[in-house]
């Protein structure tokens, strides 16, 4: 009767050989958790500048002459920004925890109800801090904006 055992040179050939696939899986396993934090963390940058883009993009859409004001409406802090002279424009503002939207006649009242919510902020306070330059403050940070056309009639400075 033969018997045939296994040689060191094929267990070591298996045990390498596992070694290697074991290293390789790990690394998989490490490389898509750092992936996964590092994606979390460019969205949550992207959220955060998203908000005060879109002040920006806005404003940029509306540039004309006298189409920034920002007010006061029953107690709420109002950043207008008129859409040419059709009477019409955003109203941008910050209620109970939400940054919204409203279009619509400028002289008409807020209605948050129909607003469309742009994000989430418990702090909004807009303001001209210099000759048709203005500052946005919300969560996310502050962002400024120059009205190129000039002419602002901008009555009120905001608070929160």
Known sequence: ????????????????????????FLTVVFGAQTYRKIVAGQTGN??????????????KANDTEG?????????????????GSSGYGLRIYQYEGSLLEDYGKLDSALNPAAAQVIGE????R???????????????????FRSRCGGSTTEVAADE
């Open 1 to 24: 009767m033969e018997h045939r055992g296994g040689s060191k040179v094929g267990f070591y050939t298996m045990g390498v050989a596992c070694l290697f696939l074991t290293v390789f």
């Open 46 to 59: 992207n959220e955060t500048r998203a908000l005060l883009s879109y002040l920006t993009t806005c404003m």
């Open 67 to 83: 189409s920034v004001r920002i007010y006061q409406e029953e107690g709420i802090s109002v950043l207008s920004i008129a859409d």
């Open 121 to 124: 902020t418990e702090v909004f």
């Open 126 to 144: 807009a303001e001209e801090v210099a000759p048709d330059t203005y500052a946005v403050t919300t969560d996310e940070g502050k962002v400024l």
